[in-house]
């Protein structure tokens, strides 16, 4: 069972911007670190960025400058905010929970759909 579900992929142009938005019940977003991930064709799932309870962030390399991740309270979302984005950015983007020393390795949810984002011109 998919506890989070993730929004707001789309298809932007290099050096544009999105937002991707992720939901999941009180339970889980008031206990747990949030964390968004990507994959890439041919590529393996990789941590993007992570934000824990007490809205701790630690991102991603390739992303460090150019994403922030945010928790939102009052409505349980988990937001990953996006710029200058470029083709190597293009993946799945997905969502998931846990502890946030081990998020890297053992988010605790099950993989969802994810939301595509595509950087093309």
């Known amino acids: 069972q998919v506890e989070v579900v993730e929004s707001g992929g789309g298809l932007v142009q290099p050096g544009g911007s999105l937002t991707l938005s992720c939901a999941a019940p009180?339970?889980?977003?008031?206990?747990?670190?949030m964390g968004w991930y990507r994959q890439a064709p041919g590529k393996q799932r990789e941590l993007v960025a992570v934000i824990g309870v007490g809205s701790t962030t630690k991102y991603g390399d390739s992303v460090k400058g150019r994403f922030t991740i945010s928790r939102h309270n009052t409505d349980n979302t988990a937001y990953l905010q996006m710029n200058n984005l470029t083709p190597e950015d293009t993946a799945v983007y997905y969502c998931?929970?846990?502890?946030?020393?081990?998020?890297?390795?053992?988010?605790?949810?099950?993989w969802g759909q994810g939301t595509q984002v595509t950087v093309s011109s």
């Open positions: 998931n929970f846990g502890y946030y020393i081990s998020m890297a390795d053992s988010p605790l949810g099950s």
């Open positions: 009180r339970r889980i977003f008031g206990n747990y670190a």
